[in-house]
């Protein structure tokens, strides 16, 4: 990753519904808003959860176990998507749920692995992630700080090459929930690179992170939010999720291009315009001693500025000078 560009990942997560139309739809579709990286998710239901493990509040319209068996991929289809994002120069990542879905993403060569929240306190499964030697992109979401250590830890003694992300495993998550402090605390207590994975239903705590120093932002997205599934209500549709790319790239250029205030050679004509001059208010014969009566302040800024008003009230003219006429240095007998 260029560390000096945003990473931003658009989030699939299983809004697909298990279709593979709607999976490459998702995936030019996250190209065409300027994403660097689309994600999905892999689900092998029978080596993830039980069949009568709850449902979460915001999603019930069926069983966890039915919902993931249906709508997960093949590995050949995973390998079909992973080629078709590749071909639109887009990073194709995944979040493993499981054990299995990690072998299965690297039967596929994946670059690079998500780790999503519920499974930041699975030691073995960081474990065996790490393992890859590959980039990791942790998700903090509903864990404490000992639990996260503990996460950390397991990754970092086989490698650090790893990415924290300050999430709140809410949906949708509401402003006052967002902890972008979180994020500053994680890159103080780990030297790490941090991120933000985002849950809101603004762009506004992503541009916030992007300017406290996210060197990667995740937002899910979604062919519209009327799509069944768990996340499609929560995710922005493509307009905004573009919105959010163009205005990230807009505030790198802010940031990298900074201003300096002691060269104004840029506003020369600008200045002209807008600043003042300091003009007669009355006829000035030549050889007058000026009074302050005799001076006003108007634009435009092409004479003498009125931070010589004192110095020149007392002062002689060289010239007479008619009523409203700016005043310019050769006007003045400044040795009088």
């Known amino acids: 990753m260029d560390a000096s560009r945003t990473f931003i990942i658009a989030e699939v997560g299983s809004t697909h519904d298990g279709s593979m139309g709607n999976a490459k739809c998702a995936i030019d579709v996250s190209a065409e808003c300027g994403a660097d990286a689309v994600k999905f998710q892999v689900h092998i239901a029978t080596a993830e959860t039980l069949r009568n493990a709850p449902m979460p509040s915001y999603f019930k319209g069926e069983p966890r176990f039915e919902y993931f068996d249906r709508t997960g991929f093949t590995t050949k289809q995973w390998l079909e998507l992973k080629a078709f994002s590749e071909e639109r120069s887009m990073t194709f990542l995944s979040s493993p749920f499981s054990t299995e879905a990690v072998e299965l993403l690297e039967s596929i060569n994946i670059e690079r692995y998500k780790?999503?929240?519920?499974?930041?306190?699975?030691?073995?499964?960081l474990e065996r992630v790490a393992q890859t030697g590959k980039h990791v992109i942790l998700s903090s979401g509903m864990s404490s700080w000992d639990e996260l250590d503990d996460a950390v830890a397991t990754i970092t003694e086989l490698h650090h090459n790893l990415t924290v992300l300050q999430c709140t495993t809410e949906y949708p998550c509401p402003p006052e929930n967002v902890g972008l402090n979180v994020m500053l605390e994680m890159k103080e207590r780990w030297g790490l690179p941090v991120g933000f994975s985002d849950h809101t239903l603004s762009n506004a705590a992503a541009l916030a992170a992007v300017t406290m120093g996210a060197s990667i932002i995740e937002k899910h997205i979604t062919l519209s939010k009327r799509m069944y599934g768990s996340d499609a209500r929560h995710s922005a549709e493509p307009d905004q999720f573009a919105d959010l790319v163009s205005q990230i790239r807009e505030i790198e250029k802010i940031q990298a291009?900074?201003?300096?205030?002691?060269?104004?050679?840029?506003?020369?004509?600008?200045?002209?315009?807008?600043?003042?001059?300091?003009?007669?208010?009355?006829?000035?014969?030549?050889?007058?001693i000026i009074t302050r009566d005799m001076l006003g302040i108007k634009k435009p800024g092409t004479g003498l500025p009125p931070v010589n008003l004192k110095e020149i009230v007392g002062k002689r003219?060289?010239?007479?000078?008619?009523?409203?006429?700016?005043?310019?240095?050769?006007?003045?007998?400044?040795?009088?």
Do not use: H
């Not at 780790?115 to 499964?125: A, D, H």
């Not at 060269?263 to 600008?270: A, E, I, K, L, Q």
């Open 115 to 125: 780790i999503p929240s519920g499974e930041v306190t699975n030691l073995p499964y």
């Open 257 to 288: 291009n900074p201003v300096d205030k002691s060269d104004v050679s840029n506003f020369t004509d600008m200045k002209e315009i807008f600043q003042k001059s300091m003009v007669s208010q009355v006829d000035i014969p030549a050889g007058t």
């Open 317 to 336: 003219t060289n010239r007479t000078i008619p009523v409203d006429t700016i005043l310019q240095q050769a006007d003045i007998n400044w040795g009088s």
